[in-house]
């Protein structure tokens, strides 16, 4: 089993051998349920990092799903990994036990709702696990509350950072500093000192993650200067880079963004002094002028902070009672399993409920609606007791009564092995019971198409599968060589079950479930969507990867069909 473990792990990313830096910038400030949070400039941040040797992912105000694949640049394997930086900057949910950092469309979620709607911290930490010298994780946000359900809190909650990681937490532009002088080779202590930054383990500000550079290198200098330059983002800024590098690597870039500045020299001015004349009267009326005129300010953040102190809270309400429809679904207790379960028969049924997650969101809620409609009954989207064995009983009736017209169709149109008859099969029943011996069947036609007993027991046994010794009995079920093809069927299935369990043993995360289908994909397997759910269509194309590649053909994931499928991504 450790063998596989170790081939999963190269199949997640199969990368070079040599020391690699890696970063990850994300910048969250327009968010669609909650404030807008002003903070550093990501694209400058992400150039800066860039420039340092850093093998950089960046992203700006991304919702949950894009949020999470990008992170999965912190996942992929390396044999000799260099230092990890990931800086995230938006907003953040935590109750005891974890800290998630959540997408632009986080829609005041609950304890359970949390995980799908941002990405917990822990996993963060770990895929940022054993970078050299040292990984830092450079979390960003502000006082400011968005909505969300009992059982959470606003903002970072304890961390337990794993070893080899250390935390920095603060202002985004306290932080966007901090990842400036941490490029320029500062310690966490030096890079962290003054700017109302805390830092965890406290023991870690000797870490110094980018090592110092040589004050010879003039191209590593330039580039130091310039991240400094972008970070601050101001004219003195920039027309301090160009007085030490008047011919630099960003000369070009530097004189560019002081005539972007030049244009609209009094916006920044205009800005201070409006929220100097807010701070003086510090009433509500004049910090929400100041918000009127500068909804993106400087200082937007603290004005919506000091908004909300100074207006009187709102009147609590009552707690709202669950509609009788909602209180009859809560009191089934339906576990992720349960409901997983219930989107499968949905599926079964063709209502298209989304994937089978065991969360009812909005389409599961209208498939279930649409269910009810067609059943005559009350269309509330949410289930009772009867009504999930009434669904089950016809998911369970539509399988049964789909699997014995399928065998029907079968003994009628392809079990005679006739290219015509196997066609009609195929197109009625692509992915049917018994579509893999007729496209074999098909594959060899012209070529080696068993007529008659003897000839359909060599084919069968040269096929070597299950699906090719049925075939035999479901032609000859009292043929010459029927016991032997029943006795071979035995020991073949024997075999899937023993590769069933141990495709179970390996415990395949959904997201490497999701790389083995885009492999298959690329294999031209036609696995089907690349969702991580290991339908039929998935089976026959692992089946079919099996077979061409001389493997045991199971359907299923086996030590030697992932030996194979990292074979072919090394290829």
Sequence with gaps: MRIAVVLLAALVGAVPAWAENRAVIIGNADYRSAPD??????????KALREAGFTTQQGVDLEARPLRRLLEALARADADPGAHIVALNGRFLHDADETWFMGTDA???????????????????????????????ILGTDAQQMPHRPGLENGIGALRPPAGVSVVTGPPEAGARALAGLLGGATLAQATA???????????????????????????????????????????????YLARYPQGIYAADARERLAQIGRAPGVRYADRAAW???????????????????????????????????????????????????AAEQALSLGPAGRAAIQRQLSRLGRQPGP????????????????????????????????VRMLAAQAEGSATDTAAQDRAFWQQSGAAGEAEGLRAYLDRYPQGIHAEAARRQLANAGRDTPQGDEATWRWAR?????????TYLERFPAGT???????????????????????????????????????????????GPADGEFTEETRAALRRYQAARNLRVTGYVTRQTVSGLLADVLR
């Design 276 to 326: 100097s004349q807010a701070v003086a009267a510090d009433t509500a009326a004049a910090y929400a002028t100041y918000l009127k005129e500068f909804p993106v300010g400087r200082h937007a953040g603290a004005a919506r902070k000091r908004l909300a102190e100074l207006r009187p809270a709102p009147p609590a309400r009552p707690a709202s009672q669950p509609s009788p429809a909602v």
């Design 481 to 527: 060589h029927a016991p032997a093809a029943r006795d071979r069927l035995a020991t073949l299935r024997a075999g899937i079950e023993a590769a069933r369990r141990e495709e179970a043993g390996l415990g395949l995360a959904p997201s490497t479930r999701r790389l083995i289908e885009e492999r298959l994909r690329i294999a031209g397997m036609q696995p």
């Design 107 to 137: 829609d005041a979620p609950g304890p359970a709702a949390a995980g799908v709607q941002g990405v917990p911290l822990s996993l963060v930490m770990r895929l940022m696990a054993g970078g050299e010298p040292g990984s830092v994780l």
């Design 462 to 470: 040269r096929q070597g599968s299950a699906a090719a010794y049925e």
């Design 356 to 387: 089978a997650d065991g969360v009812f969101g909005p389409r599961t809620r209208l498939a279930i609606a649409a269910w009810q409609r067609a059943n005559g009954l009350t269309a509330t989207g949410h289930l009772t007791g009867p009504q």
């Design 194 to 240: 003054g700017r109302a930054l805390a830092l965890l383990p406290e023991d870690a500000g000797n870490l110094r993650p980018v090592p110092s550079r040589n004050t010879a290198d003039a191209l590593a200098d330039d580039r130091d200067a310039w991240a400094e330059a972008a970070v601050a983002d101001g004219a003195p800024a920039y027309r301090d």
């Design 37 to 46: 949070l002003a903070g550093s400039d990501t694209m400058a941040l992400a």
